[in-house]
């Protein structure tokens, strides 16, 4: 199994979904547009590695780590754990359990894609 193409498949899925989310949102226009160009960036990232997989796929990783800690952050925020005062940024809706369980989701997709996308040592 090639895990750098199952990654990038993982990515696309995060990104599709972030996607929709904030679209969907019904916040401010400003914060929608920021959260679509920082999805359209990793989508643009997740491209060039499909298309070159055994080119440099850090930048794609970086994407994905930083995907993992704002879906992180949003499931303790969410939680009740950590005050960041961006509880509205990461309702999805107005149904907070139902936020979770995207945050929670989107989390581990993003942990998984980190793994899957992180180089691997030449077996000898």
């Known amino acids: 199994m ?3 193409r199952v990654g990038c498949w993982s990515v696309i899925a995060l990104v599709v979904a972030q996607t929709l989310a904030t679209l969907l949102s019904g916040g401010p226009a400003e914060l929608r ?3 679509v160009l920082f999805n ?3 989508a643009l ?3 060039l590695v499909l298309r070159r997989p055994t080119r440099n796929r850090w ?3 970086g994407w994905t780590a930083g995907f993992f800690g704002w879906h992180a952050t949003g499931l303790l925020t969410l939680g009740g754990l950590v005050t960041t005062g ?3 940024l990461f309702l999805v809706g107005t149904n907070t359990p139902i936020a979770m369980l995207y945050q929670a989701v989107l ?3 993003a942990g998984f894609a980190v793994h899957l996308l992180l180089p691997r040592p030449n077996r000898t």
């Open 2 to 4: 090639d895990t750098t």
């Open 33 to 35: 547009l920021v959260g």
């Open 40 to 42: 359209a960036a990793a």
């Open 45 to 47: 990232s997740t491209y």
């Open 59 to 61: 930048p794609l990783v």
């Open 86 to 88: 961006l509880d509205a």
């Open 107 to 109: 989390a581990t997709l």
